[in-house]
C-alpha cells in the first residue's frame, strides 16, 4: 500500500528552464507535506514544506503546490540550475505524527 | 554543528553475521528515526524514538531487527542473523518537535 506516489522515476530539463515534479497521495488524513533532496552517497536534506491549509509555500526558486481535492502536490523549481540535478522525494505526515511517509523518488537531471 | 553522525559508513558481511549501525542525532535533538532505503521500496521508516523511548517500530520488518537508544546522544540498529535480503542504505535521522528531519549519510549494508 503506497500511500505516497511518484509516478515519474526520472525528469530531465534543461538549465534556466522550469521543473515540475509531481506527486500524488492517497491517505486522506495527510496534513503536512515536505520535499526532500538527496545527492548521491548523501542523506536526504529538507528543501520545502506546505500545510494542508495553504495551497502554496514558495521559498527562492522553490514553490510547492498542494491541490487537496485531487491529492496532489507539486514541486516547481524556477529557474532551474544544473546544482539541482538530484533525487527529490515527496512526503506526508498526519495530526502532528512525526511519521514521515515518503515517496520512492523522482531523480531530476538539469542539463546546462 | 556536524550533523548527524552514523557508522560505519560501508559495512560488507556475510550472510548470518551479526551488524550494528550506530548513529549520533545532533545535540538537542529529542527523535531519532531509523530508515532503510532500497530500490523496490524506496525509503521506508523502521522506528522512530522520542526522548530515547521507542514511539513506533512498526515498520520493523522481523525479529531479526532490534533498534536501542540509551541515551539522548546514541543509538543502534542491530541485524541478527544477517540475511542477503538486508542489503540496504540505512538511514538515521534526527528531529527537535519539528516535521523536518535531518538525515545522515547513511549505512551502505553488503550481505553476502
Known amino acids: 500500500d503506497q500511500q505516497v506516489k511518484q509516478n515519474s522515476p526520472s525528469l530531465s530539463v534543461q538549465e534556466g528552464r522550469i521543473s515540475i515534479l509531481n506527486c500524488d497521495y492517497t491517505?486522506?488524513?495527510?496534513?503536512?507535506f515536505l520535499w526532500y533532496k538527496k545527492y548521491p552517497a548523501e542523506g536526504p536534506t529538507f528543501l520545502i514544506s506546505?500545510?494542508?491549509?495553504?495551497d502554496k509555500n514558495e521559498d527562492g526558486r522553490f514553490t510547492v503546490f498542494l491541490n487537496k481535492s485531487a491529492k496532489h502536490l507539486s514541486l516547481h523549481i524556477v529557474p532551474s540550475q544544473p546544482g539541482d540535478s538530484a533525487v527529490y522525494f515527496c512526503?506526508?505526515?498526519?495530526?502532528?505524527?512525526?511519521?514521515?511517509?515518503f515517496g520512492k523518488g523522482t531523480k531530476l537531471t538539469v542539463n546546462p | 554543528d556536524a550533523g548527524v553522525i552514523q557508522s560505519p559508513r560501508h559495512e560488507v558481511t556475510e550472510m548470518g553475521q551479526e551488524v550494528t549501525l550506530r548513529c549520533k542525532p545532533i545535540?538537542?535533538?529529542?527523535?531519532l528515526f531509523w530508515y532503510r532505503q532500497t530500490m523496490m521500496r524506496g525509503l521506508e521508516l523502521l522506528i522512530y524514538?522520542?526522548?530515547?523511548?521507542?514511539?513506533?517500530d512498526s515498520g520493523m520488518p522481523e525479529d531479526r531487527f532490534s533498534a536501542k537508544m540509551p541515551n539522548a546522544s546514541f543509538s543502534t540498529l542491530k541485524i541478527q542473523p544477517s540475511e542477503p535480503r538486508d542489503s540496504a542504505v540505512y538511514f538515521c535521522?534526527?528531529?527537535?518537535?519539528?516535521?523536518?528531519?535531518?538525515f545522515g549519510p547513511g549505512t551502505r549494508l553488503t550481505v553476502t
Open positions: 545535540s538537542g535533538h529529542n527523535s
Open positions: 491517505n486522506s488524513m495527510f496534513d503536512y
Open positions: 535521522a534526527s528531529s527537535f518537535d519539528r516535521y523536518e528531519q535531518y
Open positions: 512526503a506526508g505526515t498526519q495530526g502532528g505524527s512525526e511519521k514521515l511517509v
Open positions: 506546505i500545510s494542508s491549509i495553504k
Open positions: 524514538f522520542n526522548n530515547n523511548v521507542p514511539i513506533d
